[in-house]
């Protein structure tokens, strides 16, 4: 998920509130989120704030190696790979 997963190092709905405020889908991958016009995921107009989140957006998407043939790769937040249920 584009705005809830952590993929980022932090969930990018609670990074940028005022863009997130704004999103025509909430809950799109991030492979929608990548393959949409910009008016498809945003409600124009847009304040000078969610401008600049849209910016830092941006510019974290393209400072990113995307493999689309590449495996999703699963992590626990609590940093191990392994799951137990009596924890």
Not at 1 to 21: A, C, Y
Not at 27 to 52: G, H, M
Request: with cysteine; charged share 20%; net charge negative.
């Amino acid at each position: 998920m584009f705005w809830s997963d952590n993929w980022t190092g932090q969930l990018l709905k609670t990074q940028f509130p005022e863009l997130f405020s704004l999103t025509r889908k909430p809950k799109c991958s991030i492979s929608y989120f990548l393959n949409q016009e910009d008016d498809k995921l945003i409600s124009l107009p847009l304040s000078q704030l969610a401008v600049a989140q849209f910016q830092e957006i941006q510019n974290l998407i393209q400072g990113r190696n995307w493999d689309e043939n590449g495996n999703d790769i699963w992590t626990y937040n609590w940093g191990s790979p392994r799951f137990n249920h009596n924890m």
